[in-house]
């Protein structure tokens, strides 16, 4: 019965298909149907577009992404240069969101990248480009979650030392906080699973009005305190190498890094697309809108804080482990003001590291259920009453609990892993889109959202184009001249891991079969699967 419900899956369309696991020959909206992924749906649609859009938003938090690299984007052209670098990296990174949003609307599988790459890739290299997307998709996501737990800790740290002048943060205060964090919003996702639609719904709310409170301080309370604003040719002219290298265009190349780290992850909302009613069309609506969102946010976000400058070498030699507090501190002309601003970073924040979790877990667990991580068997189950990734989302906590121990050995080593996120990370869309592109566009049935004609030719290129140039530009050392303290790291760990996936592929490539395709008019999807 099993193998007769394969082959009809195969046969309903002459598209690209795998078997990843037995799926019997079932009529179509029965409680055994399967989705998009060719797997029996097994979580909740509980989430409305509202909803996924909210958590996109709150997860890709675009505002406070900029907020925590802020200090050492400055070095890459000052003021106007981390301007001009985001709005330059927003331009790319609409064409990667368009991209995968295009996918997503033909393959709306929870899978993501993984799932896309493994289809668009054919027969031939479909299950090893599906494989090192897959992998480098769950990599970004555990260091960029890493990394973004590192910053909260900071922010707590430099908050307490608000008030005490004498107070010398160290690496264990960091990791203490750390761990607090990175557990509260880890049992979040694990013990409310049914009220997450309602969670993220009040998180984008927070991080909205967070921004928007923060911004409306930075305009009006320096002319309050009778505090002169920053200058038009600070903020926008006055172009600042202070990174050693001599070419401006490179450091302009570079510090779009900044941009990229603050504008996040377009493949996010994709994760939860077994989760929604109508994936196919609500998904690529979520992308395309979250984009918007953090575009708008962020750009106003940094107008406004550059204005509210008014010494800006007291904020480059911040003793503070969080040196956005001086700004706020000039802001405002008080530690209070400060603190108060801190804490709508803070708070928008520690909803950003919830989405995460909700993120990772699911990833984790797509892998598992195809049989791509070790002991796939116990990550692959849902829970039976929670109805989430439980053991996948746990074994994520305790991976971000162990590289948060790595910061108090060597931040260098810490560092190390965390530079590499946006690299894996634009690495898994590029193992996607390409194939997409090699294939003439035509591995796949189109979805509801769909680039007809040469226009997506173009924005699946450009999409391409950028990511291979700046993967090896991003590689670069920050600053010149460099040692090992202030290397980047970024190509080591990335190749470094890219060899570990690639030993584990030669372990399991005999028994992994991969993803597949299943047509949109399949009489085996459940319904509102696609």
Not at 230 to 240: E, L, Q, T
Not at 297 to 311: E, P, R, T, V, W
Not at 449 to 478: D, E, Q, R, T
Request: contains cysteine; neutral net charge; charged residues 10%.
């Amino acid at each position: 019965m099993a193998e007769h419900g394969q082959e009809k899956l195969s046969q309903e369309k002459n598209i690209n298909c795998y078997q990843v696991s037995s799926i019997p020959d079932i009529e179509h909206g029965s409680a055994l149907a399967i989705n998009a992924s060719g797997h029996t749906q097994e979580t909740l649609r509980q989430f409305s577009f509202l909803s996924l859009l909210a958590t996109g938003v709150a997860t890709n938090n675009c505002w406070t992404n900029l907020a925590g690299t802020l200090v050492v984007a400055i070095s890459n052209g000052g003021p106007p240069g981390v301007i001009y670098e985001f709005i330059a990296a927003c331009i790319f990174y609409l064409f990667i969101h368009a991209s995968l949003a295009e996918l997503a609307s033909a393959m709306p599988s929870s899978g993501g990248v993984y799932h896309f790459a493994s289809v668009c890739g054919g027969k031939e290299h479909g299950r090893v480009c599906g494989w090192f997307a897959g992998w480098w998709n769950f990599l970004a996501y555990l260091f960029g979650t890493a990394g973004f737990s590192t910053i909260m800790g900071n922010q707590l740290i430099t908050m307490y030392g608000l008030f005490r002048p004498d107070f010398e943060p160290k690496a264990w205060h960091v990791l203490i906080c750390y761990l607090i964090l990175t557990w509260m919003c880890c049992c979040t996702v694990l013990f409310m699973n049914r009220l997450l639609p309602l969670i993220e719904k009040f998180s984008m709310l927070i991080i909205l009005m967070g921004c928007f409170f923060t911004i409306l301080v930075c305009a009006f309370m320096p002319k309050a305190n009778a505090v002169s604003y920053s200058s038009h040719g600070f903020v926008w002219k006055d172009w600042k190498n202070a990174t050693g290298w001599s070419s401006n265009g490179f450091v302009f190349a570079a510090g779009m890094l900044n941009g990229a780290w603050g504008i996040g992850t377009p493949d996010f909302v994709t994760h939860l697309a077994e989760e929604i009613p109508r994936p196919g069309t609500n998904v690529p609506k979520a992308i395309m809108y979250q984009y918007l969102v953090g575009f708008v946010s962020g750009f106003f976000f940094l107008i406004a804080i550059f204005y509210a400058i008014n010494d800006l070498e007291a904020v480059i030699n911040s003793s503070t482990s969080f040196p956005l507090t001086e700004i706020y501190r000039q802001t405002t002309g008080s530690a209070g003001g400060a603190l108060a601003l801190m804490l709508l970073i803070f708070f928008s924040s520690f909803v950003n590291l919830i989405g995460a979790y909700v993120g990772i877990g699911r990833i984790y667990w797509t892998l598992s259920r195809d049989g791509v991580t070790p002991f796939s068997a116990v990550f692959a189950k849902v829970h039976p009453r929670r109805k989430n990734p439980f053991n996948a989302t746990i074994f994520c906590g305790c991976a971000c609990s162990v590289l948060g121990c790595i910061y108090v050995g060597s931040v260098t080593a810490f560092n190390a892993f965390i530079s590499s996120s946006l690299i894996t990370c634009t690495l898994s869309y590029l193992a996607a889109i390409l194939p997409h592109l090699l294939s003439r566009r035509r591995s796949v049935e189109p979805g509801p959202f769909w680039m007809g004609g040469w226009l997506g030719w173009a924005v699946n290129a450009v999409s391409c184009g950028y990511i291979v140039v700046f993967a090896v530009i991003f590689c670069f050392p920050y600053s010149m001249p460099v040692d090992a303290s202030t290397m980047n790291y970024a190509s080591l760990m990335t190749g470094g891991l890219s060899l570990f996936v690639a030993a584990w592929w030669f372990v399991k490539r005999d028994q992994y079969q991969g993803p597949q395709f299943v047509p949109r008019d399949s009489s085996m999807l459940a319904k509102d699967a696609m």
